[in-house]
């Protein structure tokens, strides 16, 4: 192979290898314990980062806990307050390729 050809096929590569990145696709299972609290909980999936959308339907304050297992990645936990009526982000991003994510959702009232 000429170098001029070797050349080419890798700058394919290395041009191909982001859209192959950015096109992975991945499940979503979102496990809520909301306690009977009216908190909605929406997904919204990009290519390396998910979001979760929770909107507090209540009339108080509550705290959700979030449990995010993407496995090969590390477990990554993060808490938000949502005010009554209110909608809050949580957003999770790719380290490593991952092809599932379950998300443990845990909502309580709060004192805060």
Same mark, same amino acid.
């Given at each position: 192979?000429?170098?001029?050809?070797?050349?080419?096929?890798?700058?394919?590569?290395?041009?191909?290898?982001?859209?192959?990145?950015?096109?992975?696709?991945?499940?979503?299972?979102?496990?809520? #314990?909301?306690?009977?609290? #009216?908190?909605?909980?929406?997904?919204?999936?990009?290519?390396?980062?998910?979001v979760l959308k929770l909107t507090n339907n209540t009339a108080g304050k509550v705290r959700c806990d979030l449990r995010y297992d993407a496995s090969p990645q590390t477990l990554y936990r993060t808490s938000t307050y949502v005010a009554p009526g209110k909608t809050e982000q949580s957003a999770f991003q790719a380290k490593r390729r991952w092809s599932t994510v379950a998300v443990d959702v845990k909502c309580r009232p709060s004192d805060k």
């Open positions: 192979m000429s170098s001029t050809a070797w050349f080419r096929v890798v700058a394919s590569a290395i041009v191909l290898f982001p859209l192959a990145a950015a096109a992975q696709t991945y499940t979503v299972e979102v496990r809520p #314990d909301l306690e009977g609290l #009216d908190v909605k909980i929406e997904t919204a999936e990009m290519p390396a980062m998910l």
